[in-house]
């Protein structure tokens, strides 16, 4: 009969519910906190979180931005964000004269990543963005982007491989044999898409 750890008398550490509020959307994290140590490094995590917020804060493209020109900017992000497995950002509700700290990270990831793909044409200056004008034009740099054959390629290429999945063995003590795997389906799309 198989008992589960806790009621084994294994001394579990005790866990704790954080909230973090990310692009809007808030999402509940377990964390298993087991001393004062941990205490003390989960506050210097949230510590390091706010001053890159501050420093993403600080380097905002600033300028009289309309919500018609926030949204084109972030339909074009969002063209690009499945591919980096993240949700789409929320539409802007209204005008605002500086970028959010979380969309400028999201633009540097993106910046970044097109920059060691080779396509430095394609990435967004920032200091530039002053305006609705500049801010279309970013758009457009991103879902030209989001629609770049080698920046697609270069992409599944920095993903890190999915782990192995480790098998039970079979009730006759031999692990079952693994299945073979043909090609995945970005693969398979790419292949008809060349």
Do not use: C, H, W
Not at 13 to 37: D, L, W
Not at 89 to 95: D, T
Not at 110 to 139: C, Y
């Amino acid at each position: 009969m198989a008992q589960s750890v806790g009621s084994m008398g294994a001394k579990m550490p005790p866990k704790k519910m954080m909230e973090e509020k990310e692009m809007g959307k808030t999402m509940s994290v377990e964390i298993e906190v087991e001393g004062p140590e941990e205490e003390a490094l989960m506050g210097k995590a949230r510590q390091l979180d706010e001053i890159e917020e501050e420093a993403y804060g600080a380097s905002a493209p600033k300028g009289d931005f309309s919500v018609g020109g926030l949204n084109a900017l972030v339909d074009g992000i969002n063209a690009v964000l499945p591919q980096f497995g993240l949700p789409d950002y929320e539409r802007f509700a209204e005008g605002m004269t500086a970028l959010p700290p979380k969309f400028v990270k999201l633009l540097t990831m993106v910046n970044e990543a097109a920059a060691a793909a080779g396509l430095d044409d394609m990435t967004i200056d920032l200091a530039t963005v002053t305006d609705d004008k500049s801010l279309k034009m970013a758009a457009g740099k991103l879902r030209t982007l989001a629609g770049n054959a080698s920046f697609k390629r270069f992409l599944r290429s920095e993903r890190p491989a999915p782990p192995e999945k480790e098998m039970a063995p079979a009730p006759g003590g031999a692990p079952p044999a693994p299945m073979a795997s043909g090609p995945s389906e970005d693969e398979l799309m790419m292949s008809r898409l060349s």
